[in-house]
């Protein structure tokens, strides 16, 4: 069974951003997480049959900087989304004084 393992600064990503690039490889090979010190070992493995895709470091790293930026994004927006949250929230509440 081929497989390969990456191993990932986790002073530059979160677990959490290394699990969410890992899952979108999940459809194609098995993937496994693994901590390890200051870095987290993600570890892929073909399904039985069939090889690892060529490209497949590549498209975890690109996913992985894609997941950074995304966690950035939420960050730098969690006000604005907490505001349409209590705004939505306002507005699906039936008025009170129309209720009497």
């Known amino acids: 069974m081929e497989s390969s393992e990456l191993a990932v600064d986790r002073t530059l990503y979160t677990r959490e951003e290394v699990v969410?690039?890992?899952?979108?490889?999940?459809?194609?090979?098995?993937?496994?997480?693994?901590?390890?010190?200051?870095?987290?070992?993600?570890?892929?493995?073909?399904?039985?049959?069939?090889?690892?895709?060529?490209?497949?470091?590549?498209?975890?790293q690109t996913d992985l900087v894609d997941e950074k930026l995304r966690s950035l994004v939420r960050?730098?927006?969690?006000?604005?989304?907490?505001?349409?949250?209590?705004?939505?929230l306002a507005q699906a509440r039936p008025n009170s004084a129309a209720a009497s």
């Open 20 to 60: 969410r690039a890992a899952h979108r490889l999940s459809g194609i090979c098995h993937v496994e997480l693994v901590s390890r010190g200051d870095e987290l070992l993600v570890l892929f493995r073909a399904p039985q049959g069939q090889s690892l895709p060529a490209d497949l470091r590549d498209r975890f």
């Open 75 to 88: 960050i730098e927006t969690e006000g604005l989304h907490q505001e349409l949250v209590r705004a939505a």
